[in-house]
C-alpha cells in the first residue's frame, strides 16, 4: 500500500492528513469548514484516494489559513505516498460534467508545480466558504505534491456546480495518474529518470 500521512502544528492550524493511493474512496474529513470538508470527500471519492483529513484552524480569523495548510498537508501526503513515483502513469486529464457546467482538468505529476487556473465565480461564498479560497487551495495542493495542473471551467451558471465538477475533475484526474502501469511499473515515468527538474 502507498501512505502517507502529515502532522503539523503552527500558531494558525493543528492538521492531522493521511491518505492511501490504493484505497476505496473512503474518507474521514472535518476542517471547520463544512463546504471544503463536502469538496475534500468529493475527491476522495472519486480518485479512490482514502483520506483522512482533521483541521483545526483559526476559523475566528478567517478561513484563509485552514484552507490553505489543508491543501498543503493532502498535497504532502500525497507526495509522501508515491515514494519514487517509480510506475505511476504519471498524466491525468477529465471533462468534468456537472450538470450544466463542465470542467476540464489535465495535470502532470512532475514534480515541476504548476496551477493555471481559469474558473471565476458570481458570488462571494458558497455555504460559508469564500469562493475567493477555491484557486488558492489548488495552487496550495498543486505546490505540496509537485503537480503541473491545469483547471478551466468552459462554462456552467451554478457556482456551487462549477466548482464541485473542478474537485470531481480533479480526483478522476489524480486517479488516473497515481495508477500503476502495469506494462511499466518497475520505471519512474520520464527518460531523466526522475521526476521534478
Not at 6 to 12: N, V, Y
Not at 13 to 31: E, K, M, R
Not at 59 to 66: E, F, G, P, S
Not at 86 to 99: A, E, H, Q, W
Amino acid at each position: 500500500m502507498r501512505t502517507g500521512s502529515i502532522a503539523r502544528t503552527t500558531h494558525e492550524t493543528q492538521i492531522a492528513v493521511s491518505v492511501n493511493l490504493d484505497g476505496t474512496g473512503t474518507y474521514d474529513v472535518n476542517t471547520g469548514i463544512g463546504f471544503l470538508d463536502h469538496m475534500i470527500e468529493q475527491f476522495s471519492r472519486h480518485s479512490l484516494i482514502d483520506v483522512t483529513c482533521h483541521v483545526k484552524g483559526d476559523l475566528h480569523v478567517d478561513q484563509h489559513h485552514t484552507t490553505e495548510d489543508s491543501a498543503i498537508a493532502l498535497g504532502q501526503a500525497i507526495n509522501e505516498a508515491l515514494g519514487d513515483k517509480k510506475g505511476i502513469t504519471r498524466y491525468g486529464s477529465v471533462y468534468s460534467p456537472m450538470d450544466e457546467a463542465l470542467a476540464r482538468v489535465a495535470l502532470d505529476i512532475s514534480g515541476r508545480p504548476v496551477l493555471i487556473w481559469k474558473a471565476s465565480f458570481t458570488q462571494p461564498r458558497l455555504g460559508e466558504m469564500d469562493t475567493e479560497l477555491f484557486e488558492h487551495w489548488f495552487q496550495s495542493i498543486a505546490q505540496a505534491a509537485g503537480i503541473t495542473l491545469h483547471i478551466e471551467c468552459l462554462y456552467g451558471s451554478n457556482n456551487h456546480h462549477i466548482i464541485e465538477g473542478i474537485y470531481k475533475g480533479f480526483a478522476r484526474a489524480m486517479r488516473q495518474a497515481v495508477e500503476i502501469d502495469s506494462r511499466k511499473a518497475d520505471a519512474v515515468p520520464s527518460t531523466k529518470g526522475i521526476l521534478g527538474g
